[in-house]
């Protein structure tokens, strides 16, 4: 039962950054704009935050410094998303050009930024936010060996932030007019809803995520940050289309591949993978290889929402 604890808990640490960076990928293409710089919005979440921790973690450190830290990402990841907003909403340009450009300054500006600092690309922090026991909650059988030990606080957070999320987007008057500034702007339009207010929104709510989910994602599985978040922000897009742009389908795509980034990062600690002639890069590729599978097979019932209507062209969607 050991193992499957341990793989149980690894599949969270990589699940929820997944889940929450595509939560917030459907925020932003529910409203009409195509985001794929959530790679970029990652790197740069990542970057600040562990920076801020590089920084302050010899002032104080535990959950307090973390949860500072994801404030400060989410901040970071909101202004980062706004380039895109500017560039796809009011300068109408070409949506995947803005969000490639996103994705390949993110990564530099990081690396160059920290050479300026520190003299090197990698940035270090100590790992003081581990919890190897929630009190009360770890004591339950098997569900506190699960998921209240050796875990970090980051895997509550992101539950919390996709259960927040997915609530709004289906019983709110907010949500009903991101999904209609996405699927009939023209109609949104005529009853008095600020389009590209609502289309701002979407867009900073997919950054704060994608700021957050950088971060979530390097605490547990590093203790440094090099300018990359792995391709996760990739990945992440992969899981929304596999959602379907639905958050609960969304979730599901999550954990799936997340197990699947699991057995490709955690398969020496599993006695029957590891006992395998198989060589470790086929166990690296798992993740890719899925995906590229699971596309193909749903890429006939995955359509992402389109948007229709006269105030806005090509450009603005």
């Known amino acids: 039962m050991s193992v499957v604890y341990f793989v149980i808990q690894q599949t ?3 699940a929820i950054p997944l889940l929450i960076v595509a939560i917030g990928a459907m925020y932003s293409e ?18 600040v935050g562990i920076f801020f921790i590089n920084i302050f973690q010899d002032r104080m450190s535990g959950q307090k410094l973390l949860l500072l ?20 909403i009011n300068m109408k340009a070409d949506q995947t050009i803005s969000g490639t450009a996103l994705n390949l300054f993110a990564p530099a ?3 160059f930024t920290a050479r300026m600092i520190q003299g090197v690309q990698q940035i270090q922090f100590t790992d003081t936010f581990h919890i190897d026991k929630v009190p009360v909650l770890g004591d339950i059988p098997v569900i506190g060996d699960m998921f209240f030990q050796n875990c970090y606080i980051t895997t509550y957070i992101g539950i919390g932030i996709f259960l927040v999320a997915a609530y709004v987007i289906k019983n709110t ?8 500034c996405g699927e009939h702007p023209g109609a949104a339009d005529s009853v008095g809803v600020n389009v590209a207010k609502i289309r701002y929104a979407g867009v900073i709510i997919s950054g704060v995520l994608a700021g957050i989910g950088g971060l979530i994602f390097v605490i547990p599985t590093s203790t440094n940050f090099n300018a990359s978040v792995a391709g996760y922000g990739f990945l992440a897009i992969a ?31 599993i ?6 002639p198989i060589p470790n890069e086929v166990y690296k590729m798992i993740p890719y290889i899925a995906t590229l599978i699971v596309l193909a097979f749903s890429s006939k019932n995955s359509q992402a929402p389109r948007a229709e209507g006269i105030p806005y062209d090509k450009g603005s969607r």
């Open 12 to 14: 969270m640490y990589f």
């Open 30 to 47: 529910r409203s009409g704009v195509i985001n794929i710089a959530m790679e970029g919005i990652m790197v740069m979440g990542a970057f």
């Open 69 to 88: 830290a994801i404030l400060i990402v989410a901040v970071a990841g909101g202004l980062f998303s706004l380039l895109h907003a500017f560039a796809s």
């Open 109 to 111: 500006f990081a690396i």
């Open 173 to 180: 008057r907010f949500g009903l007019r991101l999904r209609a």
């Open 239 to 269: 899981v929304l289309i596999f959602g379907q742009w639905r958050s609960n389908k969304i979730l599901m795509a999550a954990f799936f591949f997340g197990i699947m980034k699991t057995l490709a990062s955690a398969y020496s600690a």
């Open 271 to 276: 006695p029957f993978l590891k006992s395998l």
